[in-house]
């Protein structure tokens, strides 16, 4: 694997290709910058076998870099989060999915369907570890060895179906798993170049206004820890995904709760990485 950063992107000949995208040093990928975004075509598996070639190509529009076989989602996994929510620390990771179906491209609309439109769409930011090769009960130590790179997800949740237990009889995917509710992206970052996943930046912005900001270094089960955690006895294979958590200020936390309209903006950003930046359309407003 030689790419340090990974794009995937319709061209402007029609063609989806990976590539690596061409930028200034310390540059990252955001909305305002993307039109004009050209890349250095990537041939072969980008987990094992590839090359980046002299090929360049102009990228039409910005595709969610991998399409996840599924989400393996942790909730309440930053201390100030379990903090704002009144909940405990966790003895282990809490766990659960989300399907391939609720990726959505970095810049593309958050579709809000009509279960879900009643004030309670939430928003949070997460670093996305993506796996790059199989692991099967790695251990803490050897977990890093195993990741292709980090990207950023927006884990959108309707609260509703999410907390209240006469609904969702106290289990989570439900309310996470409504298409369009993983914006992923806008490039995957390697491991070479993010060598400490546990130290950095990250933040989201509702309609330009700050609504989240913390560090990595804020998660009560680390990077390593998830890995080696999620490997035991389940084999991990090269694009998985796994969104670490998301960090305080998320909308249901807020006096007043904070949630998702029609017609919103939320930005969701992580050094070093970049930005995802998605409109919010209610889905009788949207041309599916």
Known sequence: MQWTQLIRFESTTGKVLNGEPILKAGQTISRQNVQGLKARVIQGDIFSHCEVTEEVAEVKKLLAPIVPRSFRGIGLNYRQHAEETNSKIPKNPIVFLKPPQAGQNPFDPIIVPSICQDDQTDYEVELAIVIGKPCRNVTKEDALNYVAGYTICND???????????????????????????????????????????????????????????????????????????????????????????????????QPPMFLKDNDRIECYIEKIGSIDNPVIYEAHAKL
């Open 156 to 254: 959108v949740s309707a609260r509703k179906w999410q907390q209240f237990a006469d609904l969702s009889s106290g289990q989570w995917c439900f309310g996470k798993s409504f298409d369009t509710f993983a914006p992923l992206g806008p490039a995957i970052v390697s491991s070479k170049v993010i060598q400490d996943p546990n130290n950095l930046v990250l933040g989201a912005k509702l309609n330009g206004k700050q609504v989240q900001h913390s560090n990595t270094a804020d998660m009560i089960f680390n990077c390593k820890h998830l890995i080696s955690f999620l490997s035991q006895g389940s084999t991990l294979l090269p694009g998985d995904v796994i969104i670490t958590g998301t960090p305080q200020g998320v909308g249901a936390s807020r």
